[in-house]
């Protein structure tokens, strides 16, 4: 790969190491790499690295009710340099960590970033910190090498466990931001949070055990089930999330149906995670929000039923 450098004039963005290169990394790589920001990604699995010669994106927006359906990219990587291992990467004031929510605190003590340098966790599922955090609403998915994603992508960023009245990630808006990545600074990202793991509590579990897009969960809102589902939910937010307001179930609803509109072309992670055989998320989404309401004294059945079901789902995928 080439040395990262600078056409004269330009301005010079932030260091940037990126760690991770499934969907939502490869999401926040051609992100960068279509704004000609230079940055360090590790890339860690071998078939990975050899299709990354350029980044090929295919956005689809047919799903949103919008005028614009499909478009491929190739993203040029020249000012990209790819690593295989922690240790080539060099020092620099950011550090973007996009891994599956149980992986994360087993990257950062692989990684053990300095004090100086920042920390933005993109995962689903419920952290602590102390670290900036990014909620994806939206999605990608990977197939034969390419890309797969839309064109409403928002990248939610707060800090979290920080305790900071101004969020240093505001410095990351411009170098992320493209036509299918849109970040947006928020100042209470721990309540986004929770609302983001319910909102995942419904769309991966069911669109894996289903096997079907996230689209067609649209068909399904007025079903018991997820009625259900759904009223679980906001008792378990209200007893436990630091909400600033009182939640309805209509609010959930409303967002919910937002996020299928705007992904119902996208195959979700959990769903695509079946299909690879590899281990889902689901302990750190309906498993994580069951336990925590049932400590609160919201009982959680379906909650943990779903959750079981996707585990039963899983060791059936892995032996397969």
Known sequence: MHDLQFEPGE???????????????????????????PFHWLVRSPQ???QLDALRVHVDDSGSGGSFEQSSVSIALDRVKLHQSPEELPWAQWLIICVK?????????ELAPTPSTEVLVIANGLHKGPFHLGNLFGGA??????????????LVLGELG???????????????HSPFLHPIPDSHMEERMWMKAALNCVVNPLTALQDIPNGELLRQLDRPQLK?????????????APLREPLRIADLRA?????????????????????????TEISRLNLALAAAGEAAGVPCPRLRELGEEVLKLEQRARVV
């Open 101 to 109: 929510a149980q992986q994360v605190e087993e990257v950062l003590a």
């Open 11 to 37: 301005r010079i963005p932030p260091s940037i190491n990126l760690v991770g290169a499934g969907p939502v990394g490869s999401l926040v790589a051609a992100a960068l790499a279509g704004n000609r920001v």
């Open 255 to 279: 967002e919910l149906r937002e996020l299928l509109q705007a992904t119902a072309g996208n195959s979700s992670s959990m769903r695509e995670d079946i299909h690879a055989g590899r281990e």
């Open 141 to 154: 998915y990977l197939s034969s090498g390419w890309l797969h994603t839309g064109l409403h992508n928002d």
């Open 48 to 50: 990975r690295r050899l």
């Open 228 to 240: 259900e589902l759904l009223a679980e939910l906001k008792a378990v937010l209200s007893a436990c």
């Open 162 to 176: 920080l305790g900071w009245e101004a969020d240093e990630s505001i410095e990351l808006l411009n170098p992320l």
